[in-house]
């Protein structure tokens, strides 16, 4: 008997395909504490959750028996997804599921926001007020609609938006100008389309270098009388920030779905008039709940009857000769495309992954899929990438791949080389894997580097000058941040340097801030891995 715990309310569309297997014992257990939990999952052998029950390290280590975790939906930010991977436990969610329903109901308040139905509604249930002059909207047709994000949702808003009339432009560094057009956007630079939108869309997901991106001065660089939408992610939005663009009618008006924290008693957003609100329902239909409940129910039968694995957002489906062997290089070569997003950010139209030596005897198409997920994912939504949807999500932004291979000798038994071409610029980055399955980047641009991809790092490009080491120490030691580790390389004795700083923890913006005065410092990067 496999034992399923069912911790949130799913649709029992799902449930009954489930319940309807001799071999399946549900056992529905919801609004648990984390102690109740942590007493119920001993014998499970699955759990499903939705968006509500956060299942943390601590729950899954008490989970000796545990194969599965199932999300029905696409996030997945209330898994401890690492602490899943490191005990073999596969995560799965249900990607696309609620991508017409969050679409909808993006529309759904851009139309409210022009019209001031949730004002004008409430002014006459209440018996205020009969003033239609006061409430007097605007139309969309002919409005210029700014989204920035053209993933799956962002897409389907684009089309709907087109259906109004609306003249709709797009931002995304991972669509090309090709493929925003087939989805009725044109392509803009991020700056472009906050000062030529009538209304703006946020439909990207949520990464370190994404949140705050509403920002004072991202408001600043908006035409005034702007209308915001926000069914994404709260964190994208710096709140205060907002509230003082529309105090000062930078922003006219605002509909928040998402905030940064919820619920969200005590913003002050919810006092605001000009700033209409929604408890996160934009997944909220009957038929996106369904979808993802039978989704992820059919995703578990055919995990624990047949050993399938569908919509895996941790697990590499290998066989156990080549998981032996390639597994490292799956990690590296998904680190080594994380890298490059961060390192090199912008439009990608094609990526290049040559490999040599050994490994060049196996099918090499899991690495070279885990280099374009690195790729993806800090413009993606974590659970929308991973190795079962990421060649989707490539072919649908129009990026081109390319994988080589050859056994000529090298200086590395197996060496892993990828690029990226932006058009305007490109950028490359090597790695082995050495003794014991340790991750070495090898090369990144044109320096030669020996740096394991791990945690926190600050990439410098300086001069190499005396003094630069100790203003960088200097810096960070005043706000308390410890260097763990630190290489610099250099092509010539007192030209350009790469100098590589590994942390102890993530810096925030007024450190990099600090350290961009350094003289010899011509430019810095932070990257997570």
């Not at 139209?349 to 800090?378: M, W």
Request: one cysteine or more; proline letters at 4%; hydrophobic letters at 40%.
């Amino acid at each position: 008997m496999v034992k399923i715990l069912v911790c949130d309310d799913i649709s029992d569309k799902g449930l009954d395909i489930l319940r309807a297997d001799s071999e399946i014992g549900l056992v529905v257990k919801t609004k648990q504490t984390p102690e109740q939990l942590i007493s119920l999952v001993a014998d499970v052998d699955g759990i499903l959750v939705r968006s509500e029950t956060k299942i943390t390290a601590d729950i899954i280590n008490a989970a000796k028996k545990l194969h599965a975790v199932g999300r029905a939906g696409a996030g997945i930010d209330n898994i401890d997804v690492n602490a899943a991977t490191n005990k073999g436990i596969v995560v799965m969610n249900t990607p696309g599921g609620n991508t017409l329903s969050a679409a909808e109901h993006t529309i759904a308040m851009l139309l409210a926001l022009a019209r001031n139905i949730p004002q004008a509604y409430a002014a006459l249930k209440e018996k205020k007020e009969w003033n239609r002059k006061k409430y007097t909207g605007t139309e969309v047709n002919g409005k210029t609609l700014g989204i920035v994000g053209l993933g799956r949702v962002g897409r389907e808003v684009a089309r709907m938006a087109r259906g109004l009339g609306m003249v709709v432009i797009a931002s995304d560094p991972f669509v090309t100008p090709e493929n925003a057009g087939a989805a009725g956007a044109t392509l803009k630079e991020f700056d472009e389309l906050l000062g030529e939108s009538d209304y703006i869309s946020l439909n990207l997901s949520l990464t370190p270098q994404t949140k705050h991106i509403f920002n004072r001065e991202a408001f600043a660089k908006m035409q005034n009388g702007v209308r915001l939408i926000n069914c994404a992610r709260g964190e994208l939005i710096d709140t205060d920030a907002l509230i003082d663009a529309l105090k000062s009618g930078k922003v006219c008006a605002a509909a928040v779905d998402v905030f940064e924290k919820e619920p969200p008693f005590d913003s002050p957003l919810l006092e605001i008039d000009n700033v209409i609100v929604t408890p996160h329902l934009g997944a909220s239909t009957v038929e996106a709940q369904e979808k993802v409940a039978v989704t992820i129910a059919e995703q578990f039968l055919k995990f624990f009857k047949q050993g399938v694995i569908q919509n895996a957002v941790n697990v590499p489906m290998l066989g156990e000769q080549e998981g032996r062997v390639l597994a490292p290089y799956i990690t590296l070569g998904e680190k080594m495309g994380l890298l490059l997003a961060q390192l090199f950010p912008g439009p990608v139209h094609e990526i290049t992954i040559r490999y040599s030596g050994e490994i060049t005897n196996y099918d090499l198409s899991l690495p070279t899929i885990a280099v374009q997920k690195g790729l993806l994912t800090p413009v993606l939504d974590g659970q929308d990438v991973n190795i079962v949807n990421t060649p989707k999500l490539i072919r649908e932004r129009g990026i081109k791949i390319t994988e080589t291979h050859s056994n000529a000798p090298a200086k590395f038994t197996n060496l892993v080389v990828a690029s990226i071409d932006g058009g305007r610029q490109g950028a490359s980055v090597s790695g082995t894997v050495g003794v014991g399955s340790e991750l070495r980047i090898v090369r990144i641009g044109d320096f030669e580097v020996d740096w394991s991809p791990e945690g926190v790092t600050l990439f410098c490009h300086n001069e190499d000058k005396p003094g630069f080491i100790g203003q960088v120490g200097t810096i960070l030691g005043k706000y308390g941040v410890n260097i763990a580790s630190m290489e610099v390389s250099r092509r010539d004795k007192g030209g350009e340097a790469l100098t590589i700083i590994s942390l102890d923890s993530s810096i925030p913006e007024e450190v990099l801030a600090g350290l961009r005065k350094i003289p010899q410092l011509k430019k810095v990067l932070q990257a997570s891995l």
